[in-house]
């Protein structure tokens, strides 16, 4: 496979798992968190990343907007839930390993 069509289906599975992000409302941070060891705001803070990595300038906000597909404290508003006793214990304990 040569390095262009590499880069085409990564951006494409990028804008996939951010399309399933965007309908999954129903999972919080702290799932993909404890789950997988990332969430949203990391896959926006590594957009972000790249792009300063190129020299193209991105605030945190504006890259959180791309993930979130909309301002961030509006989605919070929207559908983040506070986090459970549970979760916040599996966090802690994810976080110490």
Not at 23 to 48: H, K, P
Not at 70 to 88: F, L, R
Request: with cysteine; net charge positive; hydrophobic share 35%.
């Amino acid at each position: 496979m040569d390095q262009q069509t590499q880069t085409e289906l990564e951006a494409a599975a990028f804008r996939k798992l951010v399309a399933h992000l965007r309908e999954r409302t129903d999972v919080q941070n702290i799932d993909l968190m404890n789950l997988a060891g990332f969430c949203r705001n990391c896959l926006s803070r590594w957009y972000r990343e790249s792009a300063e990595e190129r020299k193209i300038p991105l605030s945190d906000p504006d890259a959180r907007k791309i993930v979130y597909g909309m301002p961030y404290d509006e989605w919070k508003a929207k559908y983040s839930k506070e986090a459970s006793p549970a979760q916040k214990a599996a966090f802690d304990t994810a976080q110490k390993h």
